[in-house]
């Protein structure tokens, strides 16, 4: 097995002290540029990296996390997918002298979130993961981060100009756009689209409403669109609003911006509705039985897992000094799912990778 660089080796190769190569790696103390240059030449060659584990157990305290994030109460099983990357990541960050805490919200109540952020002791975390469903109640508490200096990083909703070390998500208004590109490729009759928002309460965050603008935006004019609001909280939606949609018009092309295109396809299969390119959000068990069963054609993928995953690991190196952080958006890749190579996806696993 090939022996691990260390800072002694290093500083045997160059003729230094360790604490000099320890100056030159947290970039602290005077260290003339002959040396400094030739200490760096080393360390690339031999491809040294710091022992995090060593770092963080030698810190005089924890590193706390906080991560605010929502749950399932609008039975949205999506948000299951992004805490399975958080506790992967809090599983191999338990020994590394770490704590979390986990800060739930409804996604479908601006005032849980408020709430949620009202509790939230800011000055007692080290970095803050939090997915900004509504704007305008994460400013007042991202303007504390920002006066604390406290990193933080955005999974799922972004905000531009915020100060945030870095973005993890989906290019929302692309997504769209790449639905509209196989509607455009399955539709060439009776080009009647209908995009079907649902949400309890009718709450819809600034993605889906760039997925919408960019379906919109690419669709052609040439398609007559038709959007319809639902409320998922009404116990008779979403058939109640369908069926009398469906009465109205007949469509064949159905866009849902979220992951509840399950919903779409439960009230298609009961009406035995057929031939009708749907398309939808997310691998939810869900969405991927229906896509089986042909009653969603496509489902567009953005890996809410690995977002998060990573947003906890750049949070982590950041707090370690690890390597200078520019503020990056981390867009995922949009995987177009079909039927046919739904199981590669289902069952990868990015973290062997």
């Known amino acids: ?60 305290k924890s590193l706390r996390f906080a991560v605010i994030i929502p749950d399932s109460q609008d039975n949205n099983p999506y948000w299951q997918k992004p805490m399975d990357g958080i506790n992967l990541a809090i599983a191999e960050l338990s020994n590394y002298n770490t704590n979390f805490n986990i800060f739930h919200f409804d996604a479908s109540s601006e005032q849980s979130f408020i709430n949620v952020l009202a509790s939230v002791p800011a000055n007692e975390f080290d970095g803050v993961l939090l997915c900004p469903v509504f704007k305008q109640a994460a400013l007042q508490f991202i303007q504390t981060l920002n006066t604390q200096q406290i990193p933080f990083v955005f999974i799922d909703v972004n905000i531009n100009n915020a100060g945030n070390i870095g973005y993890f998500g989906q290019d929302a208004f692309q997504s769209g756009v790449i639905a509209a590109r196989l509607m455009q490729k399955d539709i060439h009759t009776s080009r009647n689209v209908l995009i079907v928002k649902q949400s309890n309460h009718k709450i819809f965050s600034n993605h889906i409403e760039q997925r919408v603008a960019g379906f919109r935006n690419s669709i052609g004019n040439d398609y007559r669109i038709t959007e319809l609001e639902i409320d998922l909280s009404d116990p008779q939606e979403p058939n109640a609003s369908l069926g009398q949609a469906l009465k109205q018009q007949q469509f064949n092309g159905i866009f849902i911006p979220n992951t ?38 496509y489902l567009l993928n953005q890996r809410p897992d690995e977002q998060s995953y990573k947003a906890i690991m750049l949070l982590f190196n950041y707090l370690l000094g690890q390597k200078e952080i520019k503020q990056i958006d981390n867009y995922s890749p949009i995987d177009i799912i079909i039927k046919e190579n739904v199981d590669y996806y289902s069952h990868a696993n990015w973290t062997n990778k």
């Open 1 to 60: 097995m090939k022996k691990r660089v260390s800072i002694k080796d290093i500083a045997t190769l160059a003729g230094v002290s360790i604490g000099t190569v320890d100056r030159v790696l947290h970039n602290r103390g005077e260290v003339n540029a002959e040396t400094h240059n030739r200490i760096m030449q080393i360390i690339n060659e031999l491809g040294y990296t710091p022992n995090l584990q060593a770092k963080a157990l030698s810190m005089k």
């Open 260 to 297: 509840r295109a399950f919903r779409f396809a439960d009230f298609a299969s009961a009406q035995g509705l057929k031939n009708i390119c749907v398309i939808g959000y997310d691998l939810i068990d869900e969405n991927i039985d229906h896509l089986k069963k042909g009653n969603i054609s």
